[in-house]
């Protein structure tokens, strides 16, 4: 069985070898085969479709590294790709560093680099700079990657959460929890497997249908910390409270099921596929009518309002609001 | 003692007070303090300086954490800032990852992050987006960092190593393999420890020194594989090939030692600050000076040719000729 060698991270032949036969062919595109030191893109391709970059990073570290819906490949690949996209730009460009564990079988490794390829061609993106280290056995586990993601921002964009004003209305483009629930049940062994799956894609063309909608004020790709912890980054970067009714909030049963089963809460479970938007309410209708015209967003919701009242609260089904606070921590370790 | 835990990479209010009291504080600037999803850079301010994005990325495992010279923070600027630069870009903005294991000191966070923030400041360098993991204790070894760095190249300048032609001549900014041979001395406790330093830099302002000269054709930096490393890029991209002179390698006392000690060569150890740079012979001499007049580059040497003949040589200090094969590995693993 072939494995990662501590000589594949070594700058020698081993590592020209592996970046030749795995990396240049899955990733292949003109930046990436120059082999410069640097990807050298061209700022009239940024400045035909923007008037800013976005520029942003994830590192992942998801255990397992394969699970319904994705694996931690697609996972680099749309997570970095979605945290660009919430700014309104189209992502074009990756950078990809990976960290692997000495003796991590071969087989893995090209898995999890076929599907960054594909995910990342099916939306239009080039992996176009790249890193590879390796460590000793135990120094990590199996295999760690890190993505960075630049696109333009058009100037008429000017989304972002300081100018949520009470009156706002917030949506979420579909059902929670499900990436949460579906490694939830994958590490806890719940034995829901046909039934969970995650959410991981690419929220590009979603996104999209939003931009040319004058009252989307502010997007946000609801992952770690889920759809509450976007509600307190909204909340307090507008200097506004944020409250949600219970009984709008989409969820699969197989998660609420996860939930109820575990006392947990899905507003509170990682997604890797689901915005959560704040818009005025004149533009409400128009924006869900949009997001559920995608297939992306066929579930989308109106699940909130923007208030004057500070903090973050959830109306229940019986029309008492309850505080919701900030966990201080998410139920699991390694979701993504 | 305050060590980190999971919960400070959960998303919830852990992670929130680790950004907000750490990473906000040390790294503080207009981008990054938006907390946006992504940084938003203006274009112009790239478009202003160059017509092309230089855009590298690079992780840091090395082990130990801290060294004479430096540390995996100052580490993490200076790499990806080189990488950048080395196209003629200034480079400008910075992403930043951390992989945590859960039980890394505080302390020892602290240290890092500080000594980032100081080393790209001092290097104009804004680090203006970031990301957080925290993997259970064992599942990774203390601290991993990830940054991709952005600038913008100058229009004038075309570096790159297609354009080598036989009569070029090879130079290198100073003594070789000062951070591999620092390493090694730490982790095989060979006992050289106050002769021995990372070479650790940002070398921005000797790069810039190079700008003006017509005859300027690539630019690498050294790292892991060491020159050697190097030379086999520049004959690789070039198709032409590589003769090095033994007699005029600068190489500091100490790191011979160590080399002598253990049967290595220093043309294969790693540096972290210090260029190849290839030119057009009759621009040999003006770049020399340029580098020499720059304290980061005093030490700066002709050190080989360009030549028909493929492949990469050393002449020894007898003037015989041998192959120089670019190693399968490196003397050892998570040197950077």
């Not at 680099?76 to 460009?93: K, Y």
């Not at 008429?156 to 949460?180: I, K, N, R, Y």
């Not at 099921?257 to 309410?281: S, T």
């Not at 015209?293 to 089904?317: F, N, Y």
Request: charged share 20%.
């Amino acid at each position: 069985m072939k494995t990662i060698q501590i000589a594949h991270g070594s700058g020698g032949q081993a590592m020209q070898q592996l970046i030749n036969d795995l990396f240049m062919q899955a990733f292949t595109n003109p930046w990436l085969n120059e082999q410069e030191d640097q990807a050298r893109l061209s700022l009239a391709q940024f400045t035909a479709h923007g008037d800013r970059l976005a520029f942003s990073t994830d590192s992942y570290v998801i255990d397992p590294l394969f699970f319904p819906g994705g694996n931690i490949g697609k996972l680099a690949v749309c997570g970095t790709a979605n945290d660009v996209a919430v700014s309104g730009a189209v992502p074009r460009f990756l950078s990809c560093g990976f960290i692997l564990e000495e003796g991590l079988e071969m087989a893995t490794l090209e898995a999890v680099v076929t599907s960054m390829a594909q995910t990342a061609n099916a939306a239009g993106i080039a992996i176009v700079t790249g890193d590879t280290k390796v460590v000793p056995r135990g120094a990590a586990d199996k295999l760690f990657i890190n993505t960075a993601g630049l696109g333009a921002i058009p100037a008429d964009v000017q989304w972002g959460a300081q100018s949520l004003t009470p009156g706002d209305v917030l949506l979420v483009s579909g059902t929670l929890g499900d990436h949460g629930a579906t490694i939830l049940n994958l590490r806890e062994q719940l034995g829901l497997d046909g039934a969970l799956s995650s959410d991981c894609a690419v929220l590009t063309p979603l996104i999209q249908t939003l931009r040319n909608i004058p009252g989307v004020k502010a997007l946000r790709d609801a992952t770690r910390g889920g759809v509450n912890a976007v509600a307190h980054e909204f909340a307090h970067t507008s200097g506004c409270g944020i409250e949600l009714h219970e009984q709008h909030l989409p969820v699969n049963d197989a998660v609420r099921g996860v939930c109820e089963l575990l006392g947990l809460e899905p507003l509170n479970f990682a997604n890797e596929g689901k915005l959560v938007i704040a818009v005025r309410r004149d533009a409400a209708e128009q924006a869900l009518a949009q997001l559920r015209s995608h297939p992306l967003g066929h579930e989308a919701a109106i699940i909130g309002d923007v208030v004057e009242r500070k903090g973050v609260r959830l109306t229940g089904l019986y029309g008492i609001k309850r505080t919701l606070d900030l966990p201080h921590a998410e139920p699991l370790p390694r979701i993504c």
